[in-house]
């Protein structure tokens, strides 16, 4: 069974680092590209980015381009999603999801994690 | 502003058949990059219901359908069921300077 869980809710003040994960099972982590979702309270979803494990190919939506970094290590079979510097305005759930369908431009998002709050506030 | 665009809300009564429309471009959806199409409770993670424009995972009843045609796409739902309120995201990816993989705003369906 293909499983992501994700590292638990995150309390932060602004200006702090955070560095969230994602562990997948049940398949050949290496293989699959693997995304970073934002969702806002009350808002829609807003896709960050991605890597390929395998040779951490990675790929930056414009809009979070230099906002966050993301990275993995496959001999754990663990994505990251980090920040250097928090915002109030990144207080969203995030998401990780594992894409399929080849590569990722008409891939699609079949299992996806269960979310990792993350509340900054001073 | 999403690169799809989807309207933010739509309602049905019980039975009934809804759509929910999802509009782009021709630098995604246009250019001939699949569509799919996301369930989401609230408090929940997304759920995929269609991929590949029209092809429903096994588990999602045949109620779902989805069809893409130029530069939109649309998600019917027939007999539609109190259980189907939730909220529905489609999803694509875009070849313009913006190069990513892109999801509309969501719509919000409210069975009446």
């Known amino acids: 069974e293909v499983q992501l869980v994700q590292s638990g809710p995150e309390v932060k003040k602004p200006g702090e680092s955070l560095k969230i994960s994602c562990k997948g099972s049940?398949?050949?982590?290496?293989?699959?590209?693997i995304a970073w979702v934002r969702q806002m309270p009350g808002k829609g979803l807003e896709w960050m980015g991605i890597?390929?494990?395998?040779?951490?190919?990675?790929r930056y939506s414009p809009s979070f381009q230099g906002q966050v970094t993301i990275s993995a290590d496959k001999s754990i079979s663990t994505a990251y999603l980090q920040w250097s510097s928090l915002r109030a305005s990144d207080s969203a759930m995030y998401y990780c999801a594992k894409h399929v369908g080849g590569g990722y431009t008409n891939s699609w998002v079949p299992y996806w994690g269960q979310g990792t709050l993350v509340t900054v506030s001073s | 502003q999403s690169v799809l665009t989807q309207p933010p809300s739509v309602s049905g009564a019980p039975g009934q058949r809804v759509t929910i429309s999802c509009t782009g471009s021709s630098s995604n959806i246009g250019a001939g990059y699949h569509v799919h199409w996301y369930q989401q409770f609230p408090g929940a993670a997304p759920k995929l219901l269609i991929y590949?424009?029209?092809d429903r995972p096994s588990g999602v009843p045949d109620r779902f359908s989805a069809s893409k045609s130029g530069t939109s796409a649309s998600l019917a739902i027939t007999g539609l069921q109190a259980e189907d309120e939730a909220d529905y995201f489609c999803q694509s990816f875009d070849s313009s300077l913006s190069v990513s993989v892109i999801f509309g705003g969501g719509t919000k369906l409210t069975v009446l």
């Open positions: 890597i390929y494990p395998g040779d951490s190919d990675t």
């Open positions: 590949g424009n029209s």
């Open positions: 049940g398949y050949s982590f290496a293989s699959y590209w």
